[in-house]
């Protein structure tokens, strides 16, 4: 399985952008598709999941503010993501597949990672 994401670049603190994630490789489609994010000099930590049934979880920090959504026929998770704050700051990941919990997800698969940086 490859994903790719693509959307990351520089925005104001207030403003949006919008990430993509296309999955190949695959002849079925994944039941889960998230993303995560790591900050420099943090861990890794969890946005968002998505369920092919169009269940969703969110990260309390994000919640209100970013929306996962995925075209189960293009094997594409999307991130939108509104009221950006420099604390947003980044290398976003696209995940897929694996062990789903809610917040608690293990992907088996993951993207090469797409920059976010918001100015303030």
């Known amino acids: 399985v490859q994903l790719q994401a693509s959307g990351g670049g520089l925005v104001q603190a207030g403003g949006s952008l919008r990430l993509s994630c296309a999955a190949s490789?695959?002849?079925?489609?994944?039941?889960?598709m998230g993303w995560f994010r790591q900050a420099p000099g943090k861990e890794r930590e969890f946005v968002a999941a998505?369920?092919?049934?169009?269940?969703?979880t969110y990260a309390d920090s994000v919640k209100g503010r970013f929306t996962i959504s995925r075209d189960n026929a293009k094997n594409t998770v999307y991130l939108q993501m509104n009221s950006l704050k420099p604390e947003d700051t980044a290398v976003y990941y696209c995940?897929?597949?694996?062990?789903?919990?809610?917040?608690?997800?293990?992907?088996?698969?993951w993207g090469q990672g797409t920059q976010v940086t918001v100015s303030s």
């Open positions: 995940a897929s597949d694996g062990l789903y919990a809610g917040a608690t997800y293990s992907p088996a698969y």
């Open positions: 490789g695959r002849t079925f489609s994944s039941n889960v």
């Open positions: 998505m369920l092919r049934s169009g269940s969703t």
